[in-house]
């Protein structure tokens, strides 16, 4: 029965991406929708240069689904869980592509 269902971690993981970058997954099902989130996963995702955070994808309570790229906040279009991380990891390769010389 879901409503005994306790909070699931399914990753937490640091990836190193560059000398000075790092991406940091973090995804939970939990029992309930987050407020402001349809579905029942709980997540951050970050992507870190020089101890900045460039990207991240969020949900906290009360938000729902969005993204951040540097100061620039929009909302996110969460489908599953494995789009959230193709759609990050492409984020990536394009903030990477368009900072070459940073």
């Known amino acids: ?26 995804l939970w099902e939990v029992p309930t929708p987050v407020s402001g989130s349809p579905h029942r996963y709980k997540y951050r995702l970050a992507f870190i240069v020089d101890g900045r955070c460039e990207l991240r ?27 959230l991380v193709a759609d990050f990891f492409l984020d990536i390769e394009r903030w990477r592509n368009e900072n070459r010389d940073s």
Do not use: C, W
């Not at 399914?10 to 790092?22: G, N, P, T, W």
């Open 57 to 83: 994808y969020d949900n906290e309570t009360g938000k729902g689904d969005h993204r951040h790229a540097g100061d620039h906040e929009e909302p996110y279009q969460f489908t599953t869980p494995d789009q």
């Open 1 to 26: 029965m879901i409503s005994n269902m306790k909070a699931r971690l399914l990753f937490d993981q640091r990836i190193v991406i560059a000398e000075k970058a790092f991406a940091e997954l973090v």
